[in-house]
């Protein structure tokens, strides 16, 4: 399941200037992000432009896609359980 901050995550990845397949580090890809989201004028205007990829050049924007949403997933890490890290450690 992906939830909506995966997803505005992934958009803006997506409408970045990093290659489709690079494999950045958690440094880069988290201000690329903000750099996207700056650039695109917020979450709105990346999900608009990943629209008109997907419009426009479907081929291209599907791996692209792939690869923004793998890289979001090993970076941000999905929480297990409800429970906030500070509760794990007693």
Known sequence: MTTMLTA???????????????????????????????????????????????????EVAVPRMRWALGMIDRMYPARRTGRHRWALVA
Do not use: K, M, N, W
Request: net charge negative; proline share 4%; hydrophobic share 40%.
């Open 8 to 58: 505005a995550r992934a958009e803006a990845l997506f409408t970045s200037e990093l290659a489709t397949g690079s494999r950045p580090s958690y440094d880069v890809v988290d201000e690329t992000i903000r750099l996207a989201l700056r650039a695109h004028g917020g979450v709105r205007g990346c999900a608009a432009d990943v629209a008109a990829e997907y419009g426009d050049h479907p």
